[in-house]
């Protein structure tokens, strides 16, 4: 069984539209990551949390919030989708290390068109 | 501002050698990293460099220069299946890693 596990893996929604990404890992990691990738700009961070009272917004969180259920739960819900958020959703997991410098797990993806 | 700069596509044939650059510009730096990704699947990790000088594993090798501010990813005995989207990322003082748009590797027969 994976590690990390993201559903749906493929959602089409219409604009306004409130939607939830979620994701689960058995690696007993405490710290869990949300990035948006886009064709020729990488993976850019939208939410991370390193405990489940501990959690930051990342570069690009304007549009989107997030839930962190229980150690192993992470959320990411879009309350109002619009046709830019169309993108590919990696979540992430990664065990505490020094800053910045553990390697981290991620999922397979969800792929999410707002027409 | 933190940046990373690495070149969008690389080309090489089959059995040859590939570097692929990375620069970056950043306050607060704690190393870097690369990652591997197949045609939209999940980044999976290749490589950190902590400190300045040249990591291996297998065909993959990494190097840092923290006073040049770069590093690079060199990857030995090219294969077909290592055509792939390589990242470079680094952890900063933010606690996160930030990432680099990506370098797409296509390999050659």
């Known amino acids: 069984d994976a590690d990390v596990t993201q559903t749906p893996r493929n959602r089409i929604t219409k604009t306004g539209k409130r939607i939830m990404l979620e994701c689960s890992q058995t690696?007993?990691?405490?710290?869990m990551y949300w990035y948006r990738q886009d064709p020729g700009l990488g993976l850019r961070l939208i939410y991370y949390?390193?405990?489940?009272?501990?959690?930051n917004k990342g570069e690009i969180s304007d549009g989107y919030s997030v839930s962190r259920q229980a150690q192993a739960k992470f959320s990411l819900s879009l309350e109002s989708a619009i046709p830019n958020q169309t993108a590919l959703y990696f979540c992430?997991?990664?065990?505490?290390?020094?800053?910045?410098?553990?390697?981290?797990?991620f999922g397979p993806g969800t792929r999410l068109t707002v027409l | 501002g933190q940046s990373l700069e690495q070149p969008s596509e690389v080309t090489a044939v089959e059995g040859a050698i590939v570097q692929i650059n990375c620069t970056y510009q950043?306050?607060?730096?704690?190393?870097l990293s690369w990652y591997q990704q197949h045609d939209g699947g999940a980044p999976t990790f290749l490589s950190y460099?902590?400190?300045?000088g040249l990591e291996e594993t297998g065909r993959f090798s990494s190097f840092l220069s923290r006073s040049d501010s770069y590093g690079y990813l060199l990857l030995q005995e090219l294969q077909m299946k290592d055509s792939a989207s390589y990242f470079c990322?680094?952890?900063?003082?933010?606690?996160?890693?930030?990432f680099g748009s990506g370098t797409q590797l296509t390999v050659l027969p």
């Open positions: 990322a680094f952890g900063g003082s933010a606690r996160q890693l930030t």
């Open positions: 460099n902590g400190l300045d």
């Open positions: 950043t306050s607060g730096f704690y190393g």
């Open positions: 992430a997991t990664s065990d505490a290390g020094f800053e910045g410098t553990d390697t981290q797990y």
């Open positions: 949390s390193f405990d489940v009272k501990d959690i």
């Open positions: 690696k007993g990691h405490d710290r």
